[in-house]
T-cell receptor
Framework: QKEVEQDPGPLSVPEGAIVSLNCTYSNSAFQYFMWYRQYSRKGPELLMYTYSSGNKEDGRFTAQVDKSSKYISLFIRDSQPSDSATYLCAIDAGGTSYGKLTFGQGTILTVHP | DVKVTQSSRYLVKRTGEKVFLECVQD?????MFWYRQDPGLGLRLIYF???????EKGDIPEGYSVSREKKERFSLILESASTNQTSMYLC?????????????FGQGTRLTVV
């Protein structure tokens, strides 16, 4: 079993739709949860991170963590064509992990006008 | 503004060649990483380094080695390139810390081994 499993998609939605991206993880020691966005032919860039269970909101984006279920989600409201990218969940064990991240497989999202 | 620069965007090498992928960061970060990215597999950690001359194996180190002689530079070496090493290679750096440190990525090197 992979440490982090991500719904692979691909996902294609119309502009304005609400998008839900999801990951599950197996190691309860994981502490920090991140979402990276990667545009075509670019490196990933950090979109959001959370530490505790609950929701964190940033504009149209909401990250949700449920540690009891080992489940993390990213919601995008009022999706735009500029949101078309690959979204990667990433988890950091913290402590002496030296910032090593464990990534999900990535979900390719296309928002069409 | 953090910048992680990988020396090449695209590389084509022959089977058996020794290949060097170079990465330089300009933010004095202690941690540096090499990942490879393949469709359906996401990013997988090859090697990382948390200090000059220090290196640690990641999840898939076989067929690779690394060098970190200076803090800002982290090199990935394919000792004898094989076709199954055709992939996108991503370098990243992050500051020292034991709690949530953001990793900054380079633009990637797409390596094709023929």
């Amino acid at each position: 079993q992979k440490e982090v499993e991500q719904d692979p998609g691909p996902l294609s939605v119309p502009e304005g739709a609400i998008v839900s991206l999801n990951c599950t993880y197996s190691n309860s020691a994981f502490q920090y949860f991140m979402w990276y966005r990667q545009y075509s032919r670019k490196g990933p860039e950090l979109l959001m991170y959370t530490y505790s269970s609950g929701n964190k909101e940033d504009g149209r984006f909401t990250a949700q963590v449920d540690k009891s279920s080992k489940y993390i989600s990213l919601f995008i409201r009022d999706s735009q064509p500029s949101d078309s990218a690959t979204y990667l969940c990433a988890i950091d064990a913290g402590g002496t992990s030296y910032g090593k991240l464990t990534f999900g497989q990535g979900t390719i999202l296309t928002v069409h006008p | 503004d953090v910048k992680v620069t990988q020396s090449s965007r695209y590389l084509v090498k022959r089977t058996g060649e020794k290949v060097f992928l170079e990465c330089v960061q300009d933010m004095d970060h202690e941690n540096m990483f090499w990942y490879r990215q393949d469709p359906g597999l996401g990013l997988r950690l090859i090697y990382f380094s948390y200090d000059v001359k220090m290196k640690e194996k990641g999840d898939i180190p076989e067929g690779y080695s690394v060098s970190r002689e200076k803090k800002e530079r982290f090199s990935l070496i394919l000792e004898s390139a094989s076709t199954n090493q055709t992939s996108m290679y991503l370098c990243a750096s992050s500051p020292e810390g034991t709690s949530n440190t953001e990793a900054f990525f380079g633009q990637g090197t797409r390596l094709t081994v023929v």
